[in-house]
């Protein structure tokens, strides 16, 4: 299994980005010191994607920073990419193993502890586990899990968790206290007129 490096995931959403593009706004968080970048942009076509991900592939590849994408195998495969994430409902993550081999990365989002504890078996390298507090980016996952959860799906995995959903700098502590590994952030870091100083204050936050 590959080793999961980082402990703060960029999930890009190229709407929440104020106006500038996705790219741009990348490269100024992976030139702060972003250690890692989830591709999720499943509205855009195979064509539109694919041009999206060679352009920001170049910026990612120049800084070493592992650039993974949502659910597209065969893309992942196509344009050499560090890894791919699955949805809770997508593709068997036992199956996309055999797929990539074991030197790509593999995660899983994952909504409850029985989804946590099969992707442990599956052979992913981390998980990401939310939506912890409320955030409008999640609510069509459902209420917030909380904190509770959170701690025994940690107790529950022996691969990294990342906490997702809400997740502000003033509560890097309190998820980090309850297990998780590290934390991935979508508003939180691309709403930010300042994308590298925000990138700073996770890293701070996380102790990076």
């Known amino acids: 299994m590959s080793s999961v490096n980082f402990r703060l995931l960029l999930v890009t959403d190229r709407t929440q980005t104020g106006g500038c593009s996705l790219p741009s706004r990348i490269r100024q968080a992976v030139s702060a010191g972003l250690p890692a970048v989830q591709l999720r942009e499943r509205d855009l076509s195979t064509s539109e994607l694919f041009s999206l991900v060679q352009e920001i592939r ?3 590849t120049s800084h070493a920073v592992p650039l993974i994408i949502n659910d597209r195998v065969d893309l992942m495969m196509a344009l050499n990419l560090d890894g791919v994430h ?5 593709l068997s993550p036992a199956l996309v193993r055999r797929l990539i081999g074991p030197q790509r990365l593999l995660g899983v989002s994952t909504h409850s502890t029985e989804e946590v504890r099969r992707a442990n078996q599956a052979g992913a390298d981390y998980v990401v586990f939310g939506p912890i507090f409320e955030t409008p980016s999640k609510r ?3 209420s917030p899990l909380g904190l509770g959860l959170l701690a025994e799906a940690c107790r529950q995995s022996s691969i990294p968790v990342f906490a997702i959903g809400g997740i502000t700098c003033e509560r890097v502590r ?29 890293k701070d936050a996380l102790e990076l």
């Open 58 to 60: 170049s910026i990612m």
């Open 86 to 90: 699955l949805r809770s409902d997508s």
């Open 140 to 142: 069509s996952f459902g």
């Open 174 to 202: 309190i998820v980090r206290q309850a297990g998780a590994h590290g934390i991935a952030a979508i508003g939180a870091l691309l709403t930010r007129e300042d994308i590298g100083a925000a990138v700073n204050e996770f």
